[in-house]
T-cell receptor, first 113, second 115 residues
């Protein structure tokens, strides 16, 4: 158990509404990541953080923003949800950006109607 | 570009051995990970290879050939609980603008173990 929780675990929302997903860690790790997982695509990186207030874009960042005001929390926001953002979202943490292994949270299933 | 290929599905019999292959093309290669993911759950770390050769961990082994851009995960003495997806992921050095590394994941291989 890598001490990662995600909330909510499931969410149904309507197109055009804002949605915020939370990732919380108790391990004090520096690096945190948001991925989405869709059939046939594997895990794709949305945004990542390399410290408090330090974030950068991943490969599928359009339509998403993130914030990290504390080491333990990494928030992912969909400003105006679209049906294409229906997915399973995983948060991951890593101690360093070197050899380290990424450990994943339990995931959030988001359905945008 | 960066690309990772692995078979979409495989089936095997309980007690048997199965090999899941992964081929990759990526710049700045610096390690390959295998993760296991049961349906509806998070990926969990299985193995890591950065040098050529075989790494053994109980019933699971992972092999890497950097010159061939090839890895495999070997599962021995298969059990029903090994039915899951197996994700191959390659770490690319300095792939982000800030010079940080990133993991590139394959789409995963869904393994079904039958009695």
């Amino acid at each position: 158990d890598a001490g990662i929780t995600q909330s909510p675990r499931h969410k149904v929302t309507e197109t055009g509404t804002p949605v915020t997903l939370r990732c919380h860690q108790t391990e004090n790790h520096r690096y945190m990541y948001w991925y989405r997982q869709d059939p046939g695509h594997g895990l794709r990186l949305i945004h990542y953080s390399y410290g408090v207030k330090d974030t950068d874009k991943g490969e599928v960042s359009d339509g998403y923003s993130v914030s990290r005001s504390k080491t333990e929390d990494f928030l992912l926001t969909l400003e105006s949800a679209t049906s294409s953002q229906t997915s399973v979202y995983f948060c991951a943490i890593a101690k360093t950006s070197g050899q380290e292994t990424q450990y994943f949270g339990p995931g959030t299933r988001l359905l945008v109607l | 570009g960066q690309n990772i290929d692995q078979p979409t599905e495989m089936t095997a019999t309980e007690g048997a051995i199965v090999q899941i292959n992964c081929t990759y093309q990526t710049s700045g290669f610096n390690g390959l990970f295998w993760y296991q993911q049961h349906a509806g759950e998070a990926p969990t770390f299985l193995s890591y290879n950065v040098l050529d050769g075989l790494e053994e961990k109980g019933r699971f082994s992972s092999f890497l050939s950097r010159s061939k851009g090839y890895s495999y995960l070997l599962l021995k003495e298969l059990q029903m609980k090994d039915s899951a997806s197996y994700l191959c992921a390659v770490r690319a050095l300095g792939a982000f603008s800030g010079g940080y590394n990133k993991l590139i994941f394959g789409a995963g291989t869904r393994l079904a173990v039958h009695p």
